[in-house]
């Protein structure tokens, strides 16, 4: 469950703009994750970022947390660039 609004965090040593997210599982465990954009995906066009891309950088992340939140681990940061989405960490929920 996403708790709150996301914070616009300074980008500091990067090249872009983030916000840090808020998530609470079904057990009350916080996480905070972060979504970014790079610089470069900040100056393009819609249209030619990757798919998901403008949705996301739309909202803040808020697409993106949100495809995420239901993994067993949520990633702790996401990154919209010019060539895709990335996720660092986490674990995707597995349909045996």
Not at 24 to 31: C, K, L, P, Q
Not at 89 to 94: D, R, V, Y
């Amino acid at each position: 469950m996403i708790l709150k609004t996301p914070e616009q965090v300074a980008g500091g040593f990067y090249d872009g703009i983030a916000w840090t997210w808020r998530l609470r599982d079904d057990a009350g465990h916080e996480r905070v994750l972060t979504f970014q954009v790079t610089g470069t995906a900040m100056s393009m066009a819609a249209s030619a970022l990757p798919p998901r891309g403008p949705s996301a950088r739309a909202c803040a992340g808020r697409s993106e947390v949100e495809r995420v939140s239901c993994w067993d681990t949520p990633p702790d940061r996401i990154e919209l660039g010019s060539l895709g989405i990335r996720t660092w960490g986490g674990a995707e929920q597995l349909n045996l």
